[in-house]
């Protein structure tokens, strides 16, 4: 199989990141097929979404360096911070690359709670602080709603986005503090989290502004007021600035605090750079070609106004490991957008000769 083709499906922009698939472009040599990438002794990942997060950490692994591994405890631990510490050097978790780049995601069902362990070498990247946000923020209301699954997949996206220098964590708060166990390739760096899996995915509530957050004049007006609904953390899946699909498609997926803050974030800083392409009712506003990080946003005319198209984005658009964008399929209506635009063998946009955005 063409490792361009091996989906895995988790969360992705369009409220975050990405609310599409994430695809992994690189497959594990036999030198990285050595490395474990996770260990559920409780059974609780499907053999797909085991086979998923075991490739998807191989490609980080062999793109950035970092061994991410997932363990699933079979018993409650009464310390889970010392027993990360200990399955970490036992694990020998980034030992096999170039130093203690590893991070390991301890999850403990009996015990209702997740530690995520982080490497020495990794500390400046991966706070204290920005991986409590992303234990409570991204990966609480996944495991609520039962799907833990995607909701490793999505944290380690962040995880991504901040190696990668693309999530400030100005801010964040540290949640608690973790006592320093032993000698080990980890000093405790890391957070403990409390979360009950499959106790209910969190309320979608319908906003009082909902009038607020319409139809707009304009695609731009609309996307200006979806950064403001990421930003207040609005959740609704009803606002009439979305196309009915768009609603559909928001009512049943995990929406979290994390992926509106890291949207919005990126939005914010490309939003001075976007283009607007329009063609009859359908709009496009497209970001520079460079930036892979920010895809182009769809939208769609009705009688009272552009409305956000996030449901096409779903259907048409995909993110490699490195939260880079490329078309799943270019068989759509809004391609009148990227006639300046030349495609790979893997469909990622590049510019055409000649061409400057």
């Known amino acids: 199989m063409n490792p361009a083709n091996r989906i895995t499906q988790t969360v992705t922009k369009?409220?975050?990141?990405?609310?599409?698939?994430?695809?992994?472009?690189?497959?594990?040599?036999?030198?990285e097929e050595s490395f474990d990438f996770i260990d559920d002794?409780?059974?609780?990942?499907?053999?797909?979404?085991?086979?998923?997060?075991?490739?998807?950490?191989?490609?980080?692994?062999?793109?950035?360096?970092?061994?991410?591994?997932?363990?699933?405890?079979?018993?409650?631990?009464p310390d889970i911070n010392r027993e990360a510490a200990r399955l970490f050097d036992t694990y020998a978790l980034g030992r096999k690359t170039h130093g203690a780049r590893g991070v390991l995601f301890l999850v403990d069902p009996a015990g209702?709670?997740?530690?995520?362990?982080?490497?020495?070498?990794?500390?400046?990247?991966?706070?204290?602080?920005?991986?409590?946000?992303?234990?409570?923020?991204?990966?609480?209301?996944?495991?609520?709603?039962?799907?833990?699954?995607?909701?490793?997949?999505?944290?380690?996206?962040?995880?991504?986005?901040?190696?990668?220098?693309?999530?400030?964590?100005?801010?964040?708060?540290?949640?608690?503090?973790?006592?320093?166990?032993?000698?080990?390739?980890?000093?405790?760096?890391?957070?403990?989290?409390?979360?009950?899996?499959?106790?209910?995915?969190?309320?979608?509530?319908?906003?009082?502004?909902?009038?607020?957050f319409g139809p707009q004049g304009s695609p731009e007006e609309t996307l200006k007021q979806y950064i403001k609904a990421l930003k207040l953390?609005?959740?609704d899946p009803n606002l009439g600035m979305y196309t009915p699909d768009t609603r559909r498609f928001f009512s049943t997926w995990v929406v979290t605090d994390a992926q509106q803050d890291n949207e919005s974030r990126d939005l914010e800083k490309a939003i001075h750079t976007s283009v607007l392409?329009?063609?009859?009712?359908?709009?496009?506003?497209?970001?520079?070609?460079?930036?892979?990080?920010?895809?182009?946003?769809?939208?769609?005319?009705?009688?009272d106004g552009w409305m956000f198209d996030c449901a096409s984005m779903n259907k048409t658009i995909r993110f490699n490991h490195l939260n880079q964008w490329f078309f799943k399929t270019r068989n759509h209506p809004f391609m009148f957008?990227?006639?300046?635009?030349?495609?790979?063998?893997?469909?990622?946009?590049?510019?055409k000769k000649g061409k400057t955005r």
């Open 233 to 235: 953390h609005i959740k």
């Open 112 to 212: 209702k709670q997740v530690r995520v362990e982080i490497g020495y070498d990794l500390e400046p990247v991966f706070t204290d602080g920005f991986i409590g946000y992303i234990e409570r923020k991204q990966m609480v209301p996944f495991f609520q709603a039962n799907k833990v699954g995607p909701g490793m997949e999505a944290t380690v996206e962040l995880l991504v986005g901040k190696a990668l220098g693309a999530i400030d964590e100005s801010h964040y708060v540290v949640s608690e503090e973790i006592p320093r166990v032993g000698d080990h390739y980890s000093g405790g760096a890391g957070t403990r989290t409390t979360v009950e899996i499959a106790s209910g995915a969190p309320e979608k509530k319908a906003t009082l502004l909902a009038t607020e």
């Open 337 to 351: 957008a990227f006639k300046d635009i030349a495609f790979d063998r893997n469909r990622f946009p590049h510019l």
């Open 277 to 303: 392409f329009q063609s009859e009712n359908l709009a496009v506003v497209r970001f520079p070609v460079a930036n892979r990080q920010v895809p182009p946003y769809f939208f769609r005319q009705s009688n």
């Open 41 to 77: 002794q409780r059974g609780i990942l499907t053999q797909h979404e085991q086979h998923r997060i075991a490739e998807f950490h191989g490609a980080l692994l062999k793109k950035l360096d970092i061994h991410i591994k997932v363990v699933v405890l079979k018993e409650n631990s």
């Open 14 to 31: 369009c409220i975050v990141p990405l609310f599409m698939a994430i695809v992994i472009v690189c497959g594990c040599s036999s030198h």
